[in-house]
């Protein structure tokens, strides 16, 4: 759903973010738990 992104979005487009290189970031509403 839409509103489960906006919390990866917000933090993707933040400076928080900018050293974040080389990720794979699951946002499937916690379908996948490892």
Request: hydrophobic share 40%; glycine share 14%; net charge negative.
């Amino acid at each position: 759903l839409p509103e489960d992104l906006v919390g990866l979005c917000v933090f993707l487009s933040s400076p928080q973010s900018d050293f974040m290189t080389g990720q794979t970031v699951v946002a499937d509403g916690g379908g996948t738990m490892w």
